[in-house]
């Protein structure tokens, strides 16, 4: 095995390292890990797809949102309705950075926006929005927004025996409506805040609570909880995914440093990259590690 699988990516340090703790894994000495434990988790936001201007979902709650105090204006001045709809910076810059207490509200809303709904009916208004809405920047759908050199990261684990989960402070079902087609990534390896769901009288609805959310020490609880392992293998972006790169062996972290073909920021990634220098992290350069960004 070897790194033929990453093409978008430029040879060098980076690319290399992968390859070689990949390898390091598989061959018998003190680095073998079994082929039970071998766990890559990715966070989704900035690290599988661009997160700017705002992450995906952002846009999605913002659309269903908008139609909700439409129906019901006496919500316009209740938060987080009245930030999303004044379009206030400090709420908008805070959930861009997944400031804790800004997605908890978020979440808390759209665990309640959708209570009462099925899967099929939460899925069919999701498969809506990325049918016809689109980005910022570029002439494209989100889905196509997706980042290359982790598809072919992916390939390239899989074949090293991995299994690979994506895990995300974002809404859990929101992510698997189009995760198999998007990532090649099974519903069952999507880890995020999610509602709790209700069965009754037949029918599979959605529930008003969520359930903890995947973010900082949460993400390595959620994996905890959903493998019963730790991360061999973990690749995130920003603050929130601290946590969850140190319970791995192997810490990629993605520097959005391209402001050419992508965007070029460090707010809500500062800590982390000062942790990924000091603790020698592996620093994949957006600009320079990448031959190409998107799919």
């Not at 700017?52 to 709650?61: H, T």
């Not at 997605?103 to 809506?128: H, N, Y």
């Not at 810490?251 to 220098?277: M, S, T, V």
């Amino acid at each position: 095995m070897n790194g033929d699988k990453l093409k978008s990516w430029n040879d060098g340090p980076v690319k290399q390292s992968i390859i070689n703790f990949l390898d390091s894994t598989v061959e018998e000495g003190l680095d073998y890990v079994k082929p039970e434990d071998r766990i890559a988790t990715f966070d989704n936001d900035g690290t599988l797809w661009a997160e700017k201007p705002a992450p995906v979902q952002l846009n999605f709650l913002f659309l269903a949102f908008t139609k909700r105090v439409q129906n019901e204006p006496f919500l316009a001045d209740k938060q987080p309705y009245k930030a999303i709809l004044e379009r206030d910076k400090i709420f908008f810059q805070n959930v861009i950075e997944q400031k804790p207490e800004a997605i908890i509200a978020l979440e808390d809303v759209l665990a309640r926006e959708w209570a009462g709904k099925t899967p099929d009916e939460f899925e069919s208004e999701v498969k809506e929005f990325f049918a016809t809405v689109k980005p910022e920047k570029f002439e494209s759908n989100f889905t196509e927004l997706i980042y290359k050199p982790m598809l072919e990261l992916f390939d390239l684990l899989k074949d090293y025996k991995y299994r690979v989960f994506i895990c995300s402070g974002g809404g859990r079902d929101f992510m698997r409506v189009i995760c198999e087609e998007a990532w090649g990534i099974f519903k069952e390896n999507v880890i995020g805040s999610a509602a709790e769901y209700e069965y009754n009288n037949g029918t599979l609805k959605r529930g008003t609570v969520l359930r903890g959310i995947a973010l900082g020490p949460g993400k390595v609880e959620h994996i905890f909880a959903r493998t019963g392992r730790l991360p061999v293998f973990a690749v995130g972006n920003g603050d929130v995914d601290i946590e969850m790169l140190e319970s791995a062996k192997f810490r990629l972290f993605i520097n959005h440093d391209d402001d050419k073909r992508e965007y070029a920021y460090e707010n809500g990634a500062e800590k982390i990259l000062a942790i990924a220098k000091e603790k020698n992290f592996t620093i994949v350069s957006m600009k320079n590690d990448w031959k190409e960004i998107f799919k």
